[in-house]
């Protein structure tokens, strides 16, 4: 009975280094969601893909953040050159079908990016 | 004007108190409502989804207002462990997040 997996649970990098968070959803589920909680503050959305397509990016920031979800194997978050700013708990979500299905999300355990 | 706004918190109650959520949304062709709760920056877990009719579970009562454009969660004889942030989620499209409201039920 796997949940959404997140991982790694922490990563670490140094300014200017990439950093790739993967997500597996729940079994049978085709969407994926990811948000970021940066310190002290709410829980954002970046992006939402079906397998192979992001379907909106509206929330992702339009340098240096892409994500991916292919036809095998995870949904993948890359984050290139990264700043301190960056430092945040990125959460994937996963759902069987569109949000305006009535289908609530549910959440993996998050990735927590420190930069160094 | 955000999409989604939560009553600013925190809120402090004693055990067994009652207390209301409420939060709003702009985008009048949302679809579905949801309650969430996160505990100390954990991910975020559903507690409860919101239907037209309002529903309850135990404790917690959710209720829509679609002329107002606002839902609320009641929770009833609080107890220590509903400690955590509260967040609403609407979904239009996509899903929007409330910035949570925190509670914190003492002895």
């Known amino acids: 009975n796997a949940g959404v997996m997140q991982n790694p649970r922490h990563l670490v990098r140094r300014r200017g280094q990439e950093a790739r968070l993967r997500c597996s959803p729940m079994?049978?589920?085709?969407?994926v969601y990811w948000y970021r909680q940066l310190p002290e503050e709410g829980l954002k959305f970046m992006v939402y893909?079906?397998?192979?397509?992001?379907?909106?990016e509206s929330g992702m920031p339009k340098e240096r953040f892409s994500a991916e979800f292919p036809k095998e194997g995870p949904s993948i978050l890359r984050i290139q050159q990264v700043v301190r700013g960056d430092s945040a708990a990125y959460f994937c979500?996963?759902?069987?079908?569109?949000?305006?299905?009535?289908?609530?999300?549910?959440f993996g355990d998050g990735t927590r990016l420190s930069i160094l | 004007r955000k999409e989604v706004e939560q009553d600013p918190g925190p809120f402090n109650v004693p055990e067994g108190a009652t207390v209301a959520f409420n939060c709003t949304y702009s985008?009048?062709?949302?679809?579905?409502f949801f309650w969430y709760r996160q505990d100390c920056r954990k991910e975020p877990k559903l507690l409860m989804s919101?239907?037209?009719s309002g529903n309850e579970d135990g404790r917690f009562t959710a209720q829509l207002n679609r002329a107002s454009q606002y839902i609320s969660l009641l929770i009833r004889d609080s107890k220590l462990s509903d400690s955590a942030t509260y967040l609403c989620?609407?979904?239009?499209?996509?899903?929007?997040f409330g910035d949570g409201t925190t509670l914190t039920v003492k002895p």
């Open positions: 079994k049978g589920h085709s969407h």
């Open positions: 919101v239907y037209s």
């Open positions: 989620v609407v979904n239009a499209g996509k899903s929007t």
């Open positions: 893909l079906q397998k192979e397509n992001i379907i909106d």
């Open positions: 985008n009048s062709a949302s679809q579905s």
């Open positions: 979500a996963s759902s069987p079908d569109r949000v305006d299905s009535n289908q609530p999300q549910h």
